[in-house]
C-alpha cells in the first residue's frame, strides 16, 4: 500500500476525463488519471464522427482526422434514399485510438500524470479527502485526493456504490471494421427490421475501409450480422466474419453528477446524443463546464455535494432540454413502424425540404431539438391526403 496525494484524481482516460485533465492541469492543479486498459483509446468501440466544431473546440491535431464528411446518404427502410450534400466539411471521422492518445499527451504536457493499466476499483470519500483503490499489475495501492472525476463511461458500479444512482436506460452500440467498394460517403439505414428502434450506418474510415455499425435496443450484434450479410451480397464488402465489438450507449441522464468531492462526467453522466448515442461532443462540454466549477471550488476549499451541485445545473442548463426532446423523438422513433418510417421519408422527399432545412442557417450536427421540431411541424403540416395515406398504410401493415 503507498498514499501519494492529487488534488484531483480523474477515473478513465477517454475524451472526456483527459480534456477535464488538460483543463484542470492548465490551472495548476496536481491531476492524476487512471485508466485501465494499457493505452488511452486502445480498443475503443467508436466510430469516431465528430463536428467540425467538436474538432476545433478539442483541438487534438490533424493527424487524428481519417476523412471529412459534407454529405450523408439516408435510406428508407425499402431502401428509397434521401442525400444531403453541403458545400463544407460538417464532421470529421477521427481515429479514437489516435484521438484520446492525443487528448491525454496534451493534459500531459500541462503536467497531468498519467497511470496506464490502472483499475480504480473503489472510491471512499472522507471528511478531508477522498480515496481511490487502484489495482496495478495484480497489486493494490491506494491514492488520496481532494476531488475524484469519474470519466469512466457507463460503468455504474462506483456510481452506484457512491450513492449516486446509475442510469437505467441505454442501447447498445455494435461496430466492425470492414473492407468496402464504393463507399465514398457516410451512409445510414432506417428501419425496424434494419436496427430496432434506431438505425445501423456504413462510414468510410479510407479510400476501401469503413465503420459498419448499429445502435439497437437489443440483440445489436445478431442484428449487425445481418446487415454484413446484405452488403455482402450486394458485393459491397469483400469478408462479413471481421470481429465485432460492442458497447452499451447511455439514453438518459444520471440522477445525480456530483457528490462531496465528486463530479460525474462524459457517457459516464448521460451527456450523450439521444438521436444518434454520439457522446463525445457533449462529453466534452460537461468536462469542461466541471472544470470551470471544480477550478473554483479546490481554489476556495470547499468541496462540498452543496457547492458541487453548481456543475449539474450549468450542464443541464446547457443541454439539458436538447437531451430531453432527444430522448423523446428516440422513443417517438422506437414506436414507428417501417411503412410510417417510409411515409416520413415521403413527406421529406417531396419539395426541396431537406434543403430548407440545410440552408436555414440553424441547422447543427450537434443540436437536433431544432431539427425535430422543424421536421414535426413539417409532417404535421402536411397536405392531409398525405398523412391519411400514412395512416392507412399503418391500417393495412
Ligand atoms: C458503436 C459505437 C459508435 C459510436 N460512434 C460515435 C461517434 O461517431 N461519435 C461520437 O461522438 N460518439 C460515438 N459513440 C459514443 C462515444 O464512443 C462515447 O460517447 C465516448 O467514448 C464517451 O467518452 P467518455 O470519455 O465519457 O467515456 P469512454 O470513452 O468510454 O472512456 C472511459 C474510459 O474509462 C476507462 N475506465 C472505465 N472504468 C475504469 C476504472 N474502474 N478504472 C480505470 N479506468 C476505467 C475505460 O477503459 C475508458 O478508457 C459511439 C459509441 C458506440 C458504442
Given at each position: 500500500m503507498s498514499h501519494q496525494s492529487y488534488d484531483v484524481i480523474v477515473v478513465g482516460a477517454g475524451p472526456a476525463g483527459s480534456y477535464l485533465a488538460y483543463e484542470l492541469a492548465s490551472s495548476g492543479h496536481d491531476v492524476a488519471v487512471f485508466e485501465e486498459r494499457s493505452a488511452p483509446g486502445l480498443n475503443a468501440c467508436c466510430t469516431g464522427i465528430i463536428s467540425t466544431e467538436c474538432f476545433r473546440s478539442l483541438d487534438p491535431g490533424t493527424e487524428v482526422i481519417l476523412t471529412g464528411a459534407k454529405s450523408a446518404r439516408f435510406f428508407s427502410p425499402s431502401g428509397r434514399c434521401l442525400r444531403l450534400d453541403t458545400e463544407k466539411d460538417q464532421a470529421y471521422v477521427v481515429d479514437r485510438l489516435l484521438l484520446d492518445k492525443a487528448m491525454a499527451s496534451k493534459a500531459q504536457s500541462r503536467g497531468a500524470r498519467y497511470f496506464l493499466a490502472s483499475r480504480v476499483v473503489d472510491i471512499i470519500p472522507g471528511r478531508d479527502g477522498i480515496l481511490a483503490e487502484v489495482v496495478c499489475s495484480g497489486a493494490r495501492e491506494v491514492f488520496s485526493a481532494r476531488a475524484v472525476v469519474l470519466a469512466n463511461g457507463l460503468r455504474p458500479r462506483l456510481s452506484r456504490k457512491l450513492g449516486l444512482g446509475t442510469i437505467k436506460s441505454f442501447l447498445v452500440g455494435a461496430q466492425t471494421e470492414v473492407e468496402v467498394k464504393d463507399a465514398?460517403?457516410?451512409?445510414?439505414?432506417?428501419?425496424?427490421?434494419?436496427?430496432?428502434?434506431?438505425?445501423?450506418?456504413?462510414?468510410?474510415?479510407?479510400?476501401?475501409?469503413?465503420?459498419?455499425?448499429?445502435?439497437?435496443?437489443?440483440?445489436?450484434?445478431?442484428?449487425?450480422?445481418?446487415?454484413?450479410?446484405?452488403?455482402?451480397?450486394?458485393?459491397?464488402?469483400?469478408?462479413?466474419?471481421?470481429?465485432?465489438?460492442?458497447?452499451?450507449?447511455?439514453?438518459?441522464?444520471?440522477?445525480?453528477?456530483?457528490?462531496?468531492?465528486?463530479?460525474?462526467?462524459?457517457?459516464?453522466?448521460?451527456?450523450?446524443?439521444?438521436?444518434?448515442?454520439?457522446?463525445?461532443?457533449?462529453?466534452?462540454?460537461?468536462?469542461?463546464?466541471?472544470?470551470?466549477?471544480?477550478?473554483?471550488?479546490?481554489?476556495?476549499?470547499?468541496?462540498?455535494?452543496?457547492?458541487?451541485?453548481?456543475?449539474?445545473?450549468?450542464?443541464?442548463?446547457?443541454?439539458?432540454?436538447?437531451?430531453?426532446?432527444?430522448?423523446?423523438?428516440?422513443?417517438?422513433?422506437?414506436?414507428?413502424?417501417?411503412?410510417?418510417?417510409?411515409?416520413?421519408?415521403?413527406?421529406?422527399?417531396?419539395?426541396?425540404?431537406?434543403?430548407?432545412?440545410?440552408?436555414?442557417g440553424r441547422f447543427s450536427f450537434d443540436w437536433h431539438s431544432w431539427l425535430i421540431l422543424a421536421v414535426l411541424r413539417h409532417t404535421c403540416a402536411h397536405p392531409v391526403r398525405k398523412i391519411k395515406h400514412l395512416l392507412s398504410c399503418e391500417a393495412g401493415s
Amino acid at each position: 500500500m503507498s498514499h501519494q496525494s492529487y488534488d484531483v484524481i480523474v477515473v478513465g482516460a477517454g475524451p472526456a476525463g483527459s480534456y477535464l485533465a488538460y483543463e484542470l492541469a492548465s490551472s495548476g492543479h496536481d491531476v492524476a488519471v487512471f485508466e485501465e486498459r494499457s493505452a488511452p483509446g486502445l480498443n475503443a468501440c467508436c466510430t469516431g464522427i465528430i463536428s467540425t466544431e467538436c474538432f476545433r473546440s478539442l483541438d487534438p491535431g490533424t493527424e487524428v482526422i481519417l476523412t471529412g464528411a459534407k454529405s450523408a446518404r439516408f435510406f428508407s427502410p425499402s431502401g428509397r434514399c434521401l442525400r444531403l450534400d453541403t458545400e463544407k466539411d460538417q464532421a470529421y471521422v477521427v481515429d479514437r485510438l489516435l484521438l484520446d492518445k492525443a487528448m491525454a499527451s496534451k493534459a500531459q504536457s500541462r503536467g497531468a500524470r498519467y497511470f496506464l493499466a490502472s483499475r480504480v476499483v473503489d472510491i471512499i470519500p472522507g471528511r478531508d479527502g477522498i480515496l481511490a483503490e487502484v489495482v496495478c499489475s495484480g497489486a493494490r495501492e491506494v491514492f488520496s485526493a481532494r476531488a475524484v472525476v469519474l470519466a469512466n463511461g457507463l460503468r455504474p458500479r462506483l456510481s452506484r456504490k457512491l450513492g449516486l444512482g446509475t442510469i437505467k436506460s441505454f442501447l447498445v452500440g455494435a461496430q466492425t471494421e470492414v473492407e468496402v467498394k464504393d463507399a465514398d460517403e457516410p451512409e445510414v439505414y432506417f428501419g425496424q427490421g434494419m436496427a430496432q428502434g434506431s438505425f445501423a450506418w456504413l462510414v468510410p474510415a479510407s479510400a476501401n475501409r469503413a465503420y459498419a455499425g448499429l445502435l439497437a435496443g437489443s440483440g445489436a450484434k445478431l442484428q449487425l450480422q445481418k446487415f454484413l450479410d446484405n452488403l455482402f451480397r450486394q458485393g459491397r464488402i469483400s469478408c462479413r466474419d471481421a470481429e465485432i465489438r460492442q458497447k452499451p450507449v447511455p439514453v438518459g441522464m444520471a440522477p445525480r453528477s456530483y457528490g462531496d468531492r465528486i463530479l460525474v462526467v462524459g457517457d459516464a453522466a448521460g451527456q450523450v446524443k439521444p438521436t444518434t448515442g454520439g457522446g463525445i461532443y457533449f462529453g466534452h462540454l460537461g468536462a469542461r463546464i466541471a472544470a470551470q466549477v471544480l477550478d473554483q471550488a479546490l481554489d476556495s476549499d470547499d468541496l462540498t455535494a452543496g457547492r458541487l451541485s453548481r456543475y449539474q445545473k450549468l450542464w443541464r442548463a446547457r443541454m439539458g432540454k436538447e437531451l430531453s426532446r432527444g430522448h423523446w423523438a428516440r422513443r417517438a422513433y422506437a414506436r414507428l413502424s417501417d411503412r410510417q418510417i417510409e411515409g416520413i421519408f415521403s413527406i421529406l422527399a417531396s419539395g426541396n425540404m431537406t434543403e430548407t432545412l440545410l440552408n436555414s442557417g440553424r441547422f447543427s450536427f450537434d443540436w437536433h431539438s431544432w431539427l425535430i421540431l422543424a421536421v414535426l411541424r413539417h409532417t404535421c403540416a402536411h397536405p392531409v391526403r398525405k398523412i391519411k395515406h400514412l395512416l392507412s398504410c399503418e391500417a393495412g401493415s
